[in-house]
């Protein structure tokens, strides 16, 4: 009877919470922390407000990992600079070409151009004709992403007049003190420039994404909860975020005992989606490659409580192996064309249908757009 009753009053209070969109910190750590049996509640509530706002629809991004040549040492990352273990490679521009071009031909609406960090002027000269070959061989109807980290103003909108019109910036830890726990305390890693960079992203038109990675050693639920408001107070249209994974070539590997199980880290991440999805209802939210590492329904889940993006990999096999963010990277030996027609079943055999030949931009970026349009009419 006391166990019915406390089932009941943790059922009534989600319920509750979850009916008031303007959550407080405290009510969305509690969401935050929510296990079986009740977590299901959240993530169905939250499904259903992703079916009402973008319909049953996923859209793919083809995500090419042209380069793993970074300037950056980021604490938790395979790529960093000091990893000697990595065989490094840039791939061809008709390479990347190709890719996109094969992107075109499948319908994924979008590409992805992703890499390590670099800002010399042969790398932004690099991308920018990308971006116009990209353009050129799509007659314009491929949409692309940038995802090629912190760079100058004036890089972002020159990428941006090429074709660009989203970008990925991840903050990777909005709790300043974590920033610094995971990256090297020098000019190269400041948080205070990652928040410029999504400043400038904003102001030169860019539909902006960020987002963070979820189990990190030291972090709290806390830190979670205050990770969503942050991308409420950004008003970001886009979030990718997925599971810490450690990687045996990384210093933050050391810190290994302070991890959350796997499987928390796992549906903690889902708890974010989900609790994202209600707070921000209209923003495209990604299901990330890293749910997939530790659970291989992973993806699939994150689309049943909030996720409406995939980003199949459509980097050369060959390479692949060497864009190692995290053990267990998934999909590292299938070819491109393996993975479509696998994700295709699988998005179908969860009541989804793949929105092919779309851009799937973020209707959180237009819908600003008009209130501030409506707002200065008044
Ligand atoms: N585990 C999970 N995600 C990682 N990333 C980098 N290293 C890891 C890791 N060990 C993520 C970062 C980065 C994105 C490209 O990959 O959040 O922004």
Redesign the pocket.
């Known amino acids: 009877m006391l166990l019915y009753l406390s089932e009941m009053t943790t059922i009534g209070k989600i319920e509750s919470i979850i009916n008031n969109r303007e959550l407080s910190k405290e009510n969305i750590a509690f969401l935050l922390g929510l296990q079986k049996p009740y977590q299901h509640i959240l993530h169905e509530y939250a499904g259903k407000i992703n079916d009402e706002v973008k319909g049953n629809k996923v859209h793919f991004r083809g995500l090419i990992e042209f380069s793993n040549i970074c300037t950056k040492d980021?604490y938790?990352?395979?790529i960093r600079k000091s990893n000697h273990n990595t065989h490094r490679y840039t791939l061809l521009h008709e390479e990347i070409l190709n890719a996109a071009d094969f992107a075109f031909r499948n319908g994924y609406g979008s590409v992805v151009l992703?890499s390590g960090e670099r800002s010399d002027r042969f790398f932004v000269e690099q991308i920018d004709s990308l971006l116009q070959d990209i353009k050129k061989i799509s007659g314009g109807k491929l949409g692309i992403t940038l995802?090629v980290g912190e760079q100058t103003e004036e890089t972002y909108q020159r990428w941006y007049s090429s074709g660009a019109h989203r970008y990925l910036l991840?903050i990777?830890s909005s709790s300043c003190r974590l920033f610094e726990r995971i990256h090297p305390q020098n000019a190269l890693h400041m948080y205070d420039t990652r928040l410029e960079c999504l400043q400038m992203l904003k102001r030169t038109g860019y539909q902006t994404g960020t987002?963070?990675?979820i189990g990190l050693p030291h972090q709290t639920l806390d830190d979670l909860a205050s990770d969503i408001l942050f991308f409420q107070l950004q008003d970001v249209d886009m979030i990718?975020m997925?599971?810490?994974?450690?990687?045996r070539d990384?210093p933050?590997f050391a810190e290994r005992e302070h991890l959350w199980l796997l499987q928390q880290r796992f549906d903690t991440a889902l708890n974010m989606i989900a609790v994202l999805r209600i707070v921000m209802p209209d923003i495209n939210i990604a299901a990330a490659t890293?749910l997939q590492a530790i659970d291989p329904m992973g993806r699939e889940k994150a689309l049943l409580c909030g996720a409406n993006i995939i980003m199949p990999n459509i980097t050369p096999t060959e390479n692949r192996k060497n864009y190692l963010?995290?053990r267990n990277k998934p999909n590292v030996d299938e070819g491109a064309e393996d993975t479509i027609a696998g994700l295709l079943k699988r998005i179908q055999h969860i009541g989804k249908e793949v929105a092919f030949d779309e851009w799937g931009d973020s209707q959180h970026y237009f819908n600003k757009v008009n209130n501030r349009g409506s707002s200065s009419a008044i």
């Open positions: 980021c938790y990352c395979g992703q995802s991840r990777e987002g963070v990675m990718g997925g599971p810490y994974i450690e990687h990384t933050l890293a963010l995290y």
